[in-house]
Nanobody, 121 residues
Framework: QVQLVESGGGLVQPGGSLRLSCAASGFTFSRYAMTWYRQAPGKERELVAAITSTGGSTNYADSVKGRFTISRDNAKNTVYLQMNNLQPEDTAVYYC??????????????WGQGTQVTVSS
């Protein structure tokens, strides 16, 4: 059974930090690129940060460059999102997404259930 379980969300003041984690199970994590998305109320889901299967390359939305860092630990089947200098506009539900190919070259993608991040004084 495939699972992506996000954790680490919560309420933080502007300028604060949070570290999100996404623990994966049920698939070969090291074969999958991982992405963090977020969706604010009334807005479309948007890409925040992505990392390749080996962790050798990352990509960020312009709005979070220099503040957020994505990383992964393939030994722990976990991807992280370190978020610094959080601002009210970062308030959203943050989702973990996995995308890759099985050993039989079948495309698969999976979503987590999301974790709420609220930035407010």
């Amino acid at each position: 059974q495939v699972q992506l379980v996000e954790s680490g969300g919560g309420l933080v003041q502007p300028g604060g930090s949070l570290r999100l984690s996404c623990a994966a199970s049920g698939f070969t994590f090291s074969r999958y690129a991982m992405t963090w998305y977020r969706q604010a109320p009334g807005k479309e889901r948007e890409l925040v940060a992505a990392i390749t299967s080996t962790g050798g390359s990352t990509n960020y939305a312009d709005s979070v460059k220099g503040r957020f860092t994505i990383s992964r630990d393939n030994a722990k089947n976990t991807v992280y999102l370190q978020m610094n200098n959080l601002q009210p506009e970062d308030t959203a539900v943050y989702y973990c997404h996995a995308e890759g190919m099985t050993t039989g070259w079948a495309y698969r993608n999976y979503w987590g259930q999301g974790t709420q991040v609220t930035v407010s004084s």
